[in-house]
């Protein structure tokens, strides 16, 4: 990029973030289910369910059991949000990026060297041994939202490179595709002391830069691993149960939500579940993944 092109990238991105600051945006609204499939009622956490996805095979995730499909109900609408100021917001993008790879790459660096001094959450800031950003492909199709960064993401500065992480891996790796090709991200870009959940000031605080990074990356897709992820991104109060199985809209992007990795170490029968709900991402894609594991 020129030089000028650089400040503009800049000036554009710094504006972005201040813009949405001012209009005291933390949340954006504008959730619409765009899809379904039936699922069955999900007790979060302890007690998943089962998607009822058209021809679900086994899960190549791990060596679970066949599960039988349970017999269907009808989704569950997600929560309205109250009224509020933020109410006629809209999610900033809805038209595609026509940046280019290393152009994205800028803004995201940019907006990552923002983070590196933020200092909105005290406790964090001065718990924190750096914060994590996000890592992966700045024009990537498909966005991975966590929770927050823990022991081990807080000593290297990456997203996922704990135990919940490498089962991550296992999960893009089942689905065909490099962990390099994805965007990863959380709600939080820092660790919460003790692996507490994020604090909805926490998740407030840090929302614009999430949304930079949307913005930036402009995704077509984007996952929600379990229900931080899931309630934080489309403002919901569903257990993450019920909010699988079926797609949500967040500006461009088609979202779909699913368990979080750590609750798979704990629960691997869950893991079948996520194996569906990647089926099912998967085939809105135009691939068929059941026939790669063939
Ligand atoms: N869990 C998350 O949600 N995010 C990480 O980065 C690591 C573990």
């Not at 929560?79 to 940046?99: G, I």
């Amino acid at each position: 990029m020129s030089e000028p092109d650089q400040r503009r990238t800049q000036r554009a991105v710094r504006q972005l973030l201040e813009s949405w600051q001012r209009a005291g945006v933390t949340h954006v609204k504008q959730v619409e289910q765009t899809a379904s499939v039936a699922i069955v009622p999900a007790e979060e956490p302890s007690a998943p369910s089962t998607v009822s996805t058209p021809n679900a095979s086994t899960a190549p995730v791990e060596t679970d059991p066949q599960e039988t499909v349970a017999a269907a109900v009808t989704p569950s609408q997600i929560q309205q949000e109250p009224e509020d100021s933020r109410k006629d917001m809209s999610v900033p993008r809805t038209t595609k990026s026509k940046l280019n790879k290393g152009d994205r790459q800028e803004q995201l660096d940019i907006v990552a060297a923002e983070v590196s001094q933020c200092q909105k959450c005290p406790e964090l800031a001065s718990t924190r041994t750096q914060t994590v950003f996000g890592v992966g492909n700045p024009r990537a199709k498909i966005m991975f939202v966590g929770e927050a960064p823990g022991a081990d993401e807080d000593k290297q500065g990456e997203p996922f490179v704990g135990r919940a992480g490498k089962l991550l891996d296992k999960i893009i790796e089942a689905c065909q595709m490099k962990r390099s090709e994805i965007y990863i991200a959380n709600i939080l870009r820092c660790r919460p002391p003790g692996n507490r959940n994020p604090s909805d000031q926490e998740a407030a605080n840090c929302r614009g830069y999430l949304d930079a990074q949307i913005e930036i990356v402009d995704p077509d897709y984007i996952v929600c691993w379990g229900s931080v992820a899931a309630k934080n991104l489309l403002h919901s109060e569903l257990p993450i149960g019920k909010m699988r199985g079926k797609f949500y809209e967040y500006g461009r992007a088609r979202v779909l939500c699913t368990y979080h990795p750590s609750y798979l170490l704990r629960n691997p029968s869950a893991k079948k579940n996520v194996w569906d709900d990647m089926i099912y991402l998967f085939q809105d894609m135009g691939i068929d993944l059941k026939a790669t594991q063939k």
